[in-house]
DNA sequence: TTAGGGTTAG
């Protein structure tokens, strides 16, 4: 009650209301246990390097390399693709380490998430002249990034080129490629140019089935899924609880309520061993078609039925009362999952603590955020997002600081979107000391390695102007440019 | 990293 109290305490206005830049790169992964404190000092040191002395800087660090460590860097990197890949060539020429296949997995698939691809087929080549690959997992990497930038085509095409880079062309590595163009709304061209055409020569199993049938269920197209499923059964493969379970959600995800209903009836008169993933389905997909009690009813019912809740069960549940019932009843089957002894976890946390910000209740959502940590689940930076969002929209623009300012003490790394929110929270009340923090969290989002929209630049240069902080306004426009960023002809 | 359920705003 203490440590709520001081929290609470804490959440009064202070200044100065940014944290020292110091802070910076206490880089953790949220809502996994934290990494060491080594690894936030390496990430620190390759993000303020520039690129030329990179390598001698790390030949002179007092660390033993090993491919654990370097694959966790690279993770922690993530969002600093262009420093992540400097990082990785200067490790390459140490003497006394070599990169291991999953590290060039890990590099692969940060160059084709920059959308670098001749970085990407030279990581490739080298990882064949070093015997370390490219393995399946390196080609699933490289046809999603293709594919998730907009070139299907090509991501096929280089699927039937596996073999030209010493990789086997399998059932799996098929399966994935079918996934992939599946889960990114493309079934259409997984059906026509892969699954029809070669079927036959991979011996499509219930795996592939079981995937087209999901990729017509996340474009609503249950008709298309429903003859998948016929079609498996003449080939003589039997369908799974996975098959069904990917239908009834379809059901739900196309709005056929009544559809969705009379398939699990039918599972259950079948005598399918319906599992709790099917119940969760059911739980989830009456309760955000505002059927609550049908919700309620079927989640009592499955205890009936001996199939116990899960985490997840109790969170789709959760989410329903918060958003088509009311938060307290929410928060009692929140206490009453403790009871059972359930360990609630993160979504958990999320959904409980998006509900009370939804409702205004925001000392209570901070409650639950002080509640989190006692359940090791450390608030990750989405659910501060929210947090920081809530209050700005509500006008508490100095508690938003406050909890982006809690993030570093938690630490937790602010994104893009908690910068972006904060900024635009500084133009509401056209107070000139607002203008100043947006100008600092400007400065301090640009150290920290991301870019700020053009528009952005704009908003607070504009801002400064009309607020009479000229100098100010100067020193962004000159970070503006460095950015790259081309300024606007601006009177000073 | 071969398939199914729970977070994410308007």
Same mark, same amino acid.
């Given at each position: 009650?203490?440590?709520?109290?001081?929290?609470l305490?804490?959440?009064?206005?202070?200044?100065?209301?940014l944290?020292?830049?110091?802070?910076?790169?206490?880089?953790?992964t949220?809502?996994?246990?934290?990494s060491?404190?080594?690894? @936030?000092?390496?990430?620190?040191?390759?993000?303020?390097?520039?690129?030329?002395?990179?390598?001698?800087?790390?030949?002179?660090?007092?660390?033993?390399?090993?491919p654990?460590?370097?694959?966790?860097?690279?993770?922690?990197?993530?969002n600093? #693709?262009?420093?992540?890949? %400097?990082?990785?060539?200067?490790?390459?020429? %140490?003497?006394?380490?070599?990169?291991?296949?999953s590290?060039?997995?890990?590099a692969?698939?940060?160059?084709?998430?920059?959308?670098?691809?001749?970085?990407?087929?030279?990581?490739?080549?080298? =990882?064949?002249? !070093? !015997?370390?690959?490219?393995?399946?997992?390196?080609?699933?990497?490289? *046809?999603?990034?293709?594919?998730?930038?907009?070139?299907?085509?090509? @991501?096929i095409?280089?699927?039937?080129?596996?073999?030209?880079?010493?990789?086997?062309?399998?059932?799996?590595?098929?399966?994935?490629?079918?996934?992939?163009?599946?889960?990114?709304?493309r079934?259409?061209?997984?059906?026509?140019?892969?699954?029809?055409?070669?079927r036959?020569?991979?011996?499509?199993?219930?795996?592939?089935y079981? /995937? =087209?049938?999901?990729?017509?269920?996340?474009?609503?197209?249950?008709?298309?899924?429903?003859? $998948?499923?016929?079609?498996?059964?003449?080939? #003589?493969?039997?369908?799974t609880?996975?098959?069904?379970?990917?239908?009834?959600?379809?059901?739900?995800?196309?709005?056929?309520?009544?559809?969705?209903? &009379?398939?699990?009836?039918q599972?259950?008169?079948r005598?399918?061993?319906?599992?709790?993933? *099917?119940?969760?389905?059911?739980?989830?997909?009456?309760?955000?078609?505002? &059927?609550?009690?049908?919700? %309620?009813?079927?989640?009592?019912?499955?205890?009936?039925?001996?199939?116990?809740?899960?985490v997840?069960?109790y969170?789709?549940? /959760?989410?329903?009362l918060?958003?088509?019932?009311?938060?307290?009843?929410?928060?009692?089957?929140?206490?009453?999952?403790?009871?059972?002894?359930?360990?609630?976890?993160?979504? *958990?946390?999320?959904? $409980?603590?998006?509900?009370?910000?939804?409702?205004?209740?925001?000392?209570k959502?901070?409650?639950?955020?002080?509640?989190?940590?006692?359940? &090791?689940?450390?608030?990750?930076?989405?659910?501060?997002?929210v947090?920081?969002?809530?209050?700005?929209?509500?006008?508490?623009?100095?508690? #938003?600081?406050?909890?982006?300012?809690?993030?570093?003490? @938690?630490?937790?790394?602010?994104?893009l979107?908690?910068?972006?929110?904060?900024?635009?929270?500084?133009?509401v009340?056209?107070?000139?000391?607002?203008?100043?923090?947006?100008?600092?969290?400007?400065?301090? =989002?640009?150290?920290?390695g991301?870019?700020?929209?053009?528009? *952005?630049?704009?908003?607070?240069?504009? #801002?400064?102007?009309?607020?009479?902080?000229?100098?100010? @306004?100067?020193?962004?426009?000159?970070?503006?440019?460095?950015?790259?960023?081309?300024?606007?002809?601006l009177?000073?």
């Open positions: 009650m203490l440590i709520l109290a001081n929290r305490s804490s959440l009064r206005p202070t200044k100065p209301l944290r020292p830049i110091s802070y910076n790169y206490k880089l953790t949220t809502t996994s246990p934290s060491p404190p080594q690894d @936030a000092t390496i990430v620190n040191l390759v993000l303020k390097t520039d690129s030329q002395t990179l390598t001698r800087t790390l030949e002179k660090y007092p660390v033993e390399w090993t654990d460590l370097v694959d966790r860097i690279l993770k922690l990197l993530w600093h #693709g262009p420093k992540a890949l %400097q990082f990785f060539k200067s490790l390459d020429y %140490q003497p006394t380490y070599a990169h291991v296949s590290s060039f997995d890990h692969i698939d940060i160059a084709g998430r920059l959308r670098d691809y001749k970085t990407l087929w030279t990581l490739v080549d080298r =990882m064949r002249t !070093r !015997r370390l690959g490219p393995n399946p997992k390196t080609f699933a990497i490289i *046809t999603e990034r293709y594919v998730s930038a907009g070139k299907p085509d090509r @991501a095409k280089i699927f039937f080129s596996m073999h030209e880079h010493g990789c086997v062309q399998d059932l799996n590595s098929f399966n994935t490629l079918l996934d992939v163009l599946c889960k990114s709304k079934v259409e061209m997984a059906d026509n140019k892969l699954f029809k055409v070669f036959g020569r991979f011996r499509a199993d219930t795996v592939s079981n /995937i =087209m049938a999901n990729g017509w269920c996340l474009i609503k197209r249950t008709p298309k899924a429903l003859e $998948v499923l016929k079609e498996m059964v003449k080939r #003589g493969l039997n369908p609880m996975t098959t069904y379970n990917i239908l009834v959600k379809g059901f739900f995800r196309a709005g056929q309520l009544k559809e969705a209903w &009379e398939f699990f009836l599972m259950k008169k005598k399918c061993e319906i599992d709790v993933v *099917t119940y969760t389905t059911v739980v989830h997909g009456f309760g955000v078609a505002g &059927e609550v009690r049908k919700a %309620q009813r079927v989640f009592n019912e499955m205890i009936g039925e001996g199939v116990l809740p899960s997840a069960t969170n789709a549940f /959760i989410q329903v918060c958003k088509k019932d009311n938060v307290e009843n929410a928060i009692s089957v929140f206490e009453e999952m403790l009871r059972k002894g359930y360990m609630p976890n993160s979504t *958990t946390y999320n959904v $409980v603590i998006r509900g009370l910000c939804h409702v205004g209740r925001m000392e959502a901070m409650e639950f955020m002080a509640r989190m940590k006692d359940d &090791e689940c450390e608030p990750n930076v989405q659910i501060y997002n947090v920081i969002r809530y209050f700005c929209d509500a006008g508490e623009i100095e508690k #938003g600081l406050n909890v982006f300012e809690k993030m570093g003490d @938690a630490d937790c790394l602010p994104n979107d908690t910068y972006n929110i904060l900024i635009s929270a500084m133009f009340r056209k107070k000139s000391d607002d203008l100043l923090t947006a100008g600092k969290l400007l400065i301090e =989002m640009v150290e920290r991301f870019l700020p929209q053009k528009f *952005t630049f704009n908003r607070v240069l504009d #801002g400064l102007l009309l607020t009479g902080n000229q100098d100010f @306004a100067k020193e962004i426009l000159r970070l503006q440019s460095r950015c790259g960023r081309l300024p606007r002809r009177k000073l």
